[in-house]
């Protein structure tokens, strides 16, 4: 057992403004690799023909991820190939899939590859807006992840 003293000087020590400074380094350095990640699955996701595809920053509101990446796809086929290459893609990112490979609704309707810091969401129309995560995390700030848009783009108009 650890007495008071010892208890007191190891919470100081884990606390100690340097450490502090340390740690927030960390998670911004992690943050700022999500973002990066997320805007490359975005763009994947728009090349493969996903339509809204949006990028959205909740580190600051969610405690389990920090980015979430929403698109809608044409069909569960479209939407496994995309989940197949955004999982190819996290790999340079040092990124995998909590599960075996994706979470899918049975009826393949959604399609949530949880990376632990970026949460990529493919689904189909009516999926999109039964479950409205765009509602629910809209008071988080939207990253922008293209640079122009192009007539017939995926990519959202401004």
């Known amino acids: 057992m650890v007495s008071e003293t010892r208890s007191e000087e190891l919470h100081e020590v884990a606390t100690s403004e340097p450490e502090q400074e340390q740690l927030q380094q960390v ?7 999500a ?6 699955a975005a763009k994947l996701c728009a090349d493969l023909k996903c339509r809204d ?9 969610s405690p389990v991820t ?8 044409a069909s569960p086929r479209q939407m496994r190939a995309v989940a197949e290459q955004v999982v ?4 340079p990112y040092d990124l995998s899939p909590m599960s075996s490979f994706k979470r899918s609704e049975a009826d393949d309707r959604w399609i949530a590859l ?7 969401h493919l689904f189909d129309e009516e999926a999109r807006g039964f479950y409205d995560l765009d509602g629910l995390w809209g008071d988080t700030p939207e990253v922008k992840w293209f640079e122009h848009e192009v007539a017939g783009s995926a990519a959202p108009s401004s």
């Open 27 to 33: 998670r911004s350095d992690r943050i700022e690799r």
């Open 35 to 40: 973002i990066a990640f997320a805007k490359e």
């Open 53 to 61: 595809v949006r990028v959205l920053d909740v580190s600051k509101v």
């Open 66 to 73: 920090d980015v979430l990446v929403l698109a809608t796809g």
């Open 88 to 91: 190819e893609a996290a790999e």
């Open 114 to 120: 949880d990376l632990i810091d970026v949460v990529v």
